[in-house]
């Protein structure tokens, strides 16, 4: 199993609309990544850092879990216009990415 994730830094004067991504982003997320090997989603609000009265680095986590390596690319190569152009319907922040193998250990 793959899991990308997609980390939306918080920094002075950003803005993040988790309702629209969680409502609306997501799930057109979901809908055109089925095809390519999405398993499932999960989306994190994030809401301290390790002190847990300090605020948190990110505004959100995204966790997509893929059957294969490239699903996460070949979903972005055939949906790129559709799926980036939405970035600016609920953030103003440039997301991080991040590309993992899972493994349970417990």
Same mark, same amino acid.
């Given at each position: 199993? *793959?899991?990308?994730?997609?980390?939306?830094?918080?920094?002075?004067? =950003?803005?993040?609309?988790?309702?629209?991504? =969680?409502?609306?982003?997501?799930?057109?997320?979901?809908?055109?990544?089925?095809?390519?090997?999405?398993?499932r989603?999960? *989306?994190?609000?994030?809401? +301290?850092?390790?002190?847990?009265?300090?605020?948190?680095?990110?505004?959100?986590? =995204?966790?997509?879990?893929?059957?294969?390596?490239?699903?996460? +690319?070949?979903t972005?190569?055939a949906?790129?216009?559709?799926?980036?152009?939405?970035?600016?319907?609920?953030?103003?922040?440039?997301?991080?990415?991040? =590309? +993992?193998?899972?493994?349970?250990?417990?």
């Amino acid at each position: 199993m *793959v899991r990308v994730t997609v980390l939306y830094p918080k920094q002075e004067g =950003t803005h993040f609309d988790f309702d629209y991504y =969680t409502d609306k982003h997501i799930p057109m997320l979901g809908e055109v990544a089925k095809p390519f090997g999405l398993e499932r989603a999960e *989306v994190d609000r994030a809401v +301290s850092g390790a002190d847990p009265n300090a605020d948190a680095p990110y505004f959100a986590l =995204t966790h997509l879990y893929f059957r294969e390596t490239d699903g996460f +690319s070949l979903t972005l190569r055939a949906h790129r216009d559709k799926l980036l152009g939405d970035i600016r319907n609920f953030t103003d922040v440039q997301p991080q990415i991040v =590309t +993992s193998e899972t493994h349970e250990v417990l």
